[in-house]
């Protein structure tokens, strides 16, 4: 970048500051240590995955190709799976409603906002899979403590959001509707929940998706569903077996999302 | 003013009003309808559990006050559990990125490969965690080997639709304006393309740093390493004092993820 | 076609030793004491920051004031119980600059919700409106200006800056106010929208009878519109009468003691009232 010929009346190009700074050669350092005291930590290598390339031939030759033997006995996890999803996701978007309205900061007092933050964020700081795993201690075994589990979650979660937009929400419109001397529970409904709504239902649908991919697994801990044929097939060995309800919740979710996202096309 | 004509569109407004409004209650009906099914196939019953609730409370009292005392030997199981959440969120970047360019739309040329890795993907993506750890526990043996290689594959699904989805999303005029100056393909891709998803690109690993962290400690349920199965063992020993430990130790961890993943997320976009 | 203002001396707006402070420091509005009469068209004039927000909020509460009174026909607004407020505000009609239109609700149904105040508790609460409301909004539509019919059940939010406002002015109608407030209503507005609005609002109030209580910053309005302007500067009042005893000196005593402060932008607020 000289200065061209001639041209002595242009200032004095200034210095690009170098990529390599101190700083940033001390993060990549770090970076790499950390990194390769990972890698030695959780085992995996090129070395190791090289020698598990066999046993992951044997795995996929025995799970190919998926049996439909016994296929009835998939009727019953197939639709708690489903149900379990549904319900909890709608127990946990109803509840989302008022407690997410009591953890706004802008509606809400002091009191009672941090508590209830707190709260949720304990309820969704710990995996669904963990709970259910609770739950099953406490009520025993069955798709109830994982609907239990899942709505605990998807009450963390989505009384969070809400709670968010409602704090999101722009006073503007509020404001008019006060004006017209409407009551405070009619300046809500008319100025601030049509703002809200949208994002209500998103959020609910999203986690309807959400909701039933989880609730596959939920069975590993007992508590129901194909996750819990799963765990017996994979047991016992019957990998061709599993393979078929692996194949059937990929299905299932598969489903759901399609139709999740048709429904939030309709919707906004 | 033609009163007449006013009076017909009044009355269809009101009629298209009340259209939507039975359409609403007959949304809420099956949803409601629904749920009551549900409850009943899953066998959710209220009354269980009310009377299922002195199990709760009894469950509670054995798990406080926590026994602090497994402390010490917590931290190898949440250093792997760290360790398996960070390779498990980086090392698929490195195969998500690509998988991404070959399926993104917008930019490929061959729709046949196209499909099938965004088939592929979607595969990866839709079996949970916690079910891939399981499958290669089967083949491989416990550990945190196992545990890692199931993070990755889910992840590198997941991150992979994120990926392709931001290059679609990339407004074609600023590709557009590049051409036009006369740039050629890579030009494009280094100063049009990757500054416009990089943020995204940045923004997604921070956040499956974080869900990947929650997945990690999770995988010891099925013997793949981390403070899961800490947490198993305890519960399976009846130790509900030393569970809550573990879970307590839990929540923390994720909370400070959580922190830190957020706080790196706003500087990013 | 416009109609002249007509005044009738009783006072509908009284207010007295108004002061409004934040956090006990900040003085938005101090010891104001004002009163004007029905049917006046008052504009409160001033650079932005000055109080003219805060003192038009005052007047319906939607702001409480610190110390001082309100009394709106003939009313203590501080000593209201909240049944009386909301019917006062039921009478005063409020316009802004931000047009505050519900965004995803249709213009009818934002017009509608003047009504709000008489609305039955179920037909609230399933937003379901009486044919008498969708006629009497739609007149009021007609009045402010919108007659496509069309553009009723179109959503809010697509609609242009004067239609939104003429919307908004629709929904204060159907209120069937005493008092409008207008909180500097054109300044999101182009040139001839502004005119087009002012007159509207003028034309309205003098129908009907209207007294109108504005806050503006552009001079030239202020001047054309009025029948009394009040010019704020720094929360306290520096000047009361008509348009035309408004002189430059006053006008640069408003702007300058606000440009000595050092608040708000006053290089463009000089320019607009310089624009004679």
Redesign the interface.
Known sequence: MAAEQGNTDRPPTPEMPSRFTANRMLIAVVFIA??S???E????SIV?LIE?LP??W??GQH?FPPSLEGYEELWVPF??TL??G??AT??GSVFAIPIGFLGAANLSHPVIYYPIRLVL??FR???E??WA???V???GL???P???ALCIFAVGVQSKLVAEAVEAVDP??L?????????PW?VF???AW??VL?LYLTYALYYWDHNT??A??LG??GA?GL?QK??WD?SVYE?EK?TTS?VL??VL??AIDRFCLYLRSKII | MNNATLDAEIDSLIKLRQRVLLNWLFILTVILAVGGYAAWFTGFDIPELVTGWPHIWNLLKRMFPPDFSIVPILYGPLIETLQMALLGTTIPIFFAVPLAWLTAVNIREDHVLGNIVRLFLHVLRTIPELLWAMLLVSAVGLGTFPGTLALILHTTGSMGKFFYEAIEAIDPGVIEAMEATGANQFKVLMFGIIPTVLPIYMSVVLLYWEFNTRAATILGLVGAGGIGLTLTHAIQAFEYDEAVTCLIAIVLILTVIDRISNYLRSKVI | MSEQIQVSGAPIIVVNDLTKSYDGKINAIMEISLSIAKGEFTVLFGPSGVGKSTLLRCLNCLVEPTSGDVIVDGQQVGDMSNKELLALRSDVGMIFQEFNLINRMSVLVNVMCGRLHDMSFFRALTYTFSREDHEVAIHALRRAGLHDTELYTRRADTLSGGQKQRVSIARMLVQEPKIILADEPVASLDVKMQHTIMQLVRDIAARDGITVVMSLHQLELAKQYASRIIGLSEGVVAFDGPPQSLSNDVINRIFKIVDDKGVGSQDNESADAGNE
């Open positions: 950390v990194y005291w990972s890698v930590g959780t085992g995996l190791a598990g046993d992951f044997q795995l799970m639709l708690e149900f379990i549904i319900l709608i127990i964020t304990v700081g710990v995996s899979v963990i795993l609770l739950f201690v406490a009520v069955g798709p109830m994982g609907v239990l503007g419109p404001e008019a509707i006060r004006t017209t001397g409407a009551s009619k409904l008319y100025g049509p703002q949208p991919r989880q596959t697994i590993f801990v129901g996750g799963l765990l994979i990998f599993a692996i919740m990929i979710i598969t």
